[in-house]
């Protein structure tokens, strides 16, 4: 009776696992597999990477440019020197301390001084006067970022004050008792005692690169 049983139980068991195999996976067509190896495959970036890199140059140039022109109230657009903008920007709200060439205190000549040498890496005399003497001539229409614009009083004063050109008639400089900060050729006091504009000679690496925007 037992082994009856028991040869019940074993071919209900193999019943069952035949029920329940699964079949294999059927295998695609010979034509199927040669058109998939023949589809070519996505693009790796050769092609396309040269437009998508200069856009994403363009947007972040954008954001530089929209940045620093909030930041110096003027219009700047991307032929403007990058290194002189951020360079200028960074010194905003310096203290006025006569003698003084550092961020925690500066005369105008001690910050133009300083701003040309983090700039582009030269050195500039210590003195409003020694820098008009010692920069060409440039016409006031013809003025660029980074020229230097000179104040005197009078036409037989010596220069008294320098701050750096940025555009629109606007120029930043260290003024006593307010510091670094930007003021405009328009106002009253500085249109009066304005003498002139001088442009430092650059080194020929620099000059090319400012020239290239």
Not at 136 to 157: C, H, I, N, W, Y
Request: glycine share 10%; with cysteine.
């Amino acid at each position: 009776m037992k082994n009856a049983i028991l040869c019940l139980l074993a071919s209900a068991a193999v019943t069952l696992s035949l029920a329940f195999r699964v079949a294999p996976a059927p295998v695609a067509p010979a034509s199927s597999v040669s058109a998939a190896a023949a589809r070519p495959a996505p693009p790796t970036g050769g092609e396309s990477e040269g437009p998508i890199r200069q856009h994403a140059d363009a947007f972040r140039d954008s954001l530089f440019y929209g940045f620093y022109s909030q930041e110096l109230g003027v219009a700047l657009d991307h032929e403007a020197d990058k290194s002189l903008i951020e360079t200028v920007t960074r010194w905003l709200g310096a203290p006025y301390r006569s003698g003084g060439s550092t961020e925690r205190g500066t005369d105008c000549s001690g910050f133009v001084m300083r701003a040309y040498q983090q700039a582009y890496r030269i050195t500039l005399v210590h003195s409003s006067g020694g820098l008009f003497q010692r920069t060409a001539r440039v016409k006031r229409t013809e003025m660029r970022e980074g020229d230097l614009v000179f104040f005197r009083r009078s036409k037989r004063s010596p220069i008294y004050h320098v701050g750096i050109y940025l555009r629109d008639g606007k120029f930043v400089h260290s003024q006593s008792h307010k510091g670094v900060m930007v003021s405009s050729l328009h106002e009253g006091y500085w249109g009066r005692n304005y003498c002139g504009a001088g442009r430092v000679a650059l080194p020929p690496g620099v000059a090319a690169r400012q020239n290239e925007g």
